[in-house]
């Protein structure tokens, strides 16, 4: 299992081509808010995050998953 | 009190700044007359209709509207009622019948439109538990049916068979699975590759559902869709459809062969809980898909005006949604919302009616100028609507790929 910062991190990366305006990003950057993805940009990215660790993470997640932390956590979760 | 409305400032001020600029509002185009499938009157003027998914032309055919007249007089204009209580006359079971005579299945479900279809189908199907496993190109209504229901979601890169089979195998094999795939994509008209995510959905053990709305009436032998086109109608366990496109009327249907599909009536919450169709819909509906089931030389010519038309667009320099013509529905591919706006608004100042379509209805990123087209076009309109093409292109300085 991978750890967390490693995991935060390669996130952060994935996030990178899609972060137009160079947001600085944290753990609390909001994708909806600060970043301003819209939800087809969020799916693209969720695939990406899914295949990076060969991991199931369903659509119907997504509204609890706002900031980056957030989706670090889940996928700490789903490699554990 | 916060104004719940407030959210939408954003959308609603972007269209008033182009109304403000003397834009011509795309989703606010009123027919004030339609002449034929094919003609309407748009602000004054006969405008060419070339957006419309009449693909088969049946919203003037003689016989359908004999059946919408006959039946809105001995049954009246509605049926004030859902299905499941005081909504079902003859007329609905004579559709579902018309219904499983052209699929050749054994059962039929009429719903009052085929977004409902969609909606109640996949939400009803997968349950919690479950998973639902769709193309991330798929229409809102699969999207909507996914967000009613209680399975968990996955998205699979658009018509990627690899990527269909990658997913699916990241699934407990013990899950229930329902995979949903449409015939013909609708923003870019190109066509799935049916055979092959078929058959690897059910080495995965999963149902596959297919949503054929924008191929009734012309695809495969019997006009059934890219399904039977691509010879797999024996493996795909519930078809979804609508009668606002071929069928030239309005409602939508699940047809299958699986022996408890009878059930869905039963629990299918946007069957239930709906009025039924008007009579007048449902019997000039059944007529209309009988006389689909034989009507080959309008089918012949509607792939031929596509053909017409798609060729004269990519040898005039215009960027193609698909680089052949695989549906009735051809989409231009422009640069940005400006240059898509105006163009729209040239061609429809020249009497060219085409779609205008932009994200999120889109794949990421698309602006489309998307036409579909109707049986009843003839080589005339076809001709015309490829000049005003040049000539709005030029107008608005799109620039074209030299002409092959």
Not at chain 1, 55 to 78: C, F, H, S, Y
Not at chain 2, 151 to 160: E, G, T
Not at chain 2, 204 to 214: K, N
Request: proline share 4%; charged share 20%.
């Amino acid at each position: 299992m991978p750890a967390r910062e490693t995991i935060y991190a390669r996130i952060v990366d994935l996030i990178g081509p899609l972060n137009k305006k160079a947001v600085p990003l944290a753990e609390d950057t909001s994708f909806s808010n600060d970043l301003e993805m819209d939800s087809l940009t969020v799916m693209d990215l969720v695939a990406n995050i899914e295949d990076e660790w060969d991991i199931v993470l369903p659509l119907n997640m997504l509204p609890e998953l706002e900031t980056i932390g957030q989706v670090a956590d889940a996928v700490a979760k789903l490699t554990k | 009190m916060i104004d719940l409305l407030d959210k939408f400032d954003a959308i609603a001020g972007e269209r008033q700044a182009y109304l403000d600029a003397g834009g011509r509002d795309p989703v606010g185009v009123v027919m004030s007359k339609v002449l034929s499938p094919t003609r309407a009157v748009i602000n004054g003027r006969e405008t060419i209709l070339m957006g419309t998914y009449n693909y088969m032309g049946m919203t003037f055919d003689p016989d359908v509207i004999a059946a919408s007249e006959a039946a809105v007089r001995d049954f009246g204009a509605g049926t004030t009622g859902s299905r499941s209580l005081n909504g079902t006359y003859t007329s609905h079971r004579e559709c579902e019948a018309a219904l499983k005579d052209f699929y050749g299945t054994r059962h039929g479900m009429v719903f009052s439109t085929g977004y409902q279809a969609n909606l109640g189908v996949v939400s009803t199907l997968a349950g919690r538990g479950d998973y639902v496993i769709l193309d991330a190109d798929s229409h809102a209504s699969i999207y909507d049916g996914c967000s009613m229901g209680n399975a968990d979601v996955v998205r699979f890169r658009h018509n990627s068979v690899e990527d269909l089979d990658k997913r699916l195998g990241r699934l407990p094999a013990e899950a229930g699975k329902l995979v949903v795939l449409e015939g013909v994509y609708s923003m870019l008209g190109d066509i799935a590759p049916l055979a092959e995510m078929v058959a690897v959905a059910k080495r995965h053990g999963a149902m596959i559902l297919v949503d054929e709305a924008h191929a009734m009436g012309f695809f495969g032998e019997h006009g059934r869709g890219v399904t039977e086109a691509a010879g797999v109608e024996d493996q795909v366990d519930f078809i979804i459809g609508t009668f606002s496109k071929s069928v030239g009327t309005v409602g939508g249907f699940c047809v299958s062969n699986h022996p408890k599909f009878e059930a869905l009536r039963l629990v299918c919450r946007p069957y239930v809980f709906t009025a039924s169709l008007p009579p007048s819909i449902v019997a000039s509906s059944a007529v209309s898909i009988r006389k689909l089931m034989h009507d080959t030389a309008k089918r012949a010519r509607l792939w031929d005006s596509t053909r017409a038309m798609h060729a004269g667009l990519k040898a005039r320099g215009f960027t193609l949604g698909t680089a052949t013509a695989e549906s009735a529905i051809i989409a231009v591919l422009m640069p940005d919302q400006a240059t898509t706006l105006a163009m729209w608004q040239a061609l429809l100042e020249h009497g060219v009616y085409v779609n205008f379509a932009r994200p999120p209805a889109t794949p990421t990123g698309t602006y489309l100028l998307r036409c579909s087209l109707c049986a009843e076009h003839t080589p005339e309109q076809i001709a015309a609507i490829l000049r005003q093409f040049d000539a709005a292109a030029a107008a608005v300085g799109l620039r074209l790929a030299v002409a092959a």
